[in-house]
């Protein structure tokens, strides 16, 4: 019978270097057999278990992105930055059970859309004690500046932080394996934390799921801090808006200063009219002029669910004779955006500008 080299503890060739590769650890297979099911990073609960874990990471079997959290690294590679923020979270809890996570982690496990970008490499946690200063501007400069270039967590696991955030009363819910703060808090954290444009579409998400935006009010009475970022978030908030990259759309060009449109429009064709066509974004001026907005990430012409098993070039004809039906309908104009365009660049606000989208206010 032919012993695997790990059980034998022999070196192997990787990379064109020897590594040892360790033997089997009955029980490091069962706690990362268990960690995988619960969606989360193994533990070690016993000083022979950290050893054992360490010794994995060291010669590369493991990846660490927390003391005493560990994966797999294939298994690692493949979660997106939403993922191994609650996988984190989730292995903290196991160490910390008394613990209570917040603002964009809460977030993530209350299944909020937002952009990947913010994630940095924080766990937020709430604490009686902690400062609950998180610099806005830092996080929007990171995020303009990252256009073209793979996070940090792209591929390795990189070093996880914690960053406490002041609380003087917590109420915990478990929500998707998760101790965290009630919707309502969570999301008056994220808006003290993240700049407008990237916190509207957690509040429309969080809308969209069913949270009543009267108990984010109720819940700031009594703060002791500045409620303008909150305010504005109240009065911009939209169930309407069907994803988070529409919401940031919105979020974009209301922080410009322009018009806000009607969101989700149905127009007839009128060559056909039981065919209806759903607009994003739809601006009827007043010299009858009627432009639309259409947002258009990549998933529509590469994600499956979505494409439906047509080819990009079979979306993009599909999307030119939905353009030529808008037209027949009385649409004068009509502009398609990207992500990029609006997180990257100054693309949207020029083509809804030259397009003349009126703006309201003007900095």
């Known amino acids: 019978m032919v012993i695997p080299m790990y059980e034998r503890g022999l070196p192997c060739r990787a990379g064109g270097a020897y590594r040892e590769v360790m033997k089997r650890h009955n029980g490091v297979v069962a706690e990362l057999g268990q960690a995988r ?94 400062d609950g200063i998180v610099d806005r501007r830092r996080i929007f400069d990171r995020l303009g500046n990252t256009a073209g270039s793979r996070s940090r967590h792209g591929g390795d696991a990189a070093e996880y932080g914690i960053r406490r955030l002041y609380m003087p009363s917590i109420t915990a819910v478990r929500v998707d394996g998760v101790p965290v703060t009630a919707a309502a808090r969570t999301l008056i954290d994220c808006a003290l934390c993240i700049p407008f444009r990237y916190a509207l579409p957690i509040f429309d998400s969080a809308a969209r799921k069913g949270v009543d935006m009267r108990s984010v009010k109720e819940s700031c009475k009594g703060m002791h801090t500045d409620r303008a970022p909150i305010e504005s978030l109240l009065g911009c908030v939209d169930a309407n808006s069907e994803n988070g990259g529409e919401s940031l759309v919105r979020a974009s060009l209301i922080a410009d200063g322009f018009a806000v449109p009607e969101l989700q429009v149905e127009i007839c064709d009128p060559s056909y009219p039981a065919r209806r066509y759903r607009v994003d974004f739809l601006w009827r001026l007043y010299d009858g002029r009627m432009i639309v907005l259409e947002y258009d990430g990549m998933a529509k012409y590469e994600k499956p669910s979505m494409t439906r098993g047509r080819t990009a070039k079979q979306v993009l004809r599909e999307q030119n004779d939905r353009d030529r039906a808008l037209r027949a309908a009385g649409v004068t104009t009509i502009l398609h955006c990207t992500y990029e365009d609006v997180a990257f660049s100054n693309g949207l606000f020029m083509m809804l500008r030259d397009a003349g989208v009126p703006r309201i206010r003007v900095e």
């Open 37 to 130: 099911r619960e969606r989360r990073c193994a533990v070690g609960r016993t000083d022979a278990m950290r050893r054992a874990l360490k010794r994995r990471r060291k010669v590369g079997e493991l990846v660490s992105p927390y003391p005493n959290l560990y994966a797999p690294p294939e298994y690692w590679k493949d979660l997106d930055r939403c993922q191994r923020s609650l996988h984190v979270a989730r292995g903290l809890s196991r160490l910390h059970p008394d613990w209570v996570f917040s603002g964009l982690t809460a977030a993530d496990a209350y299944g909020f859309d937002h952009s990947w970008g913010l994630h940095d490499g924080v766990v937020y946690v709430a604490d009686r004690s902690g």
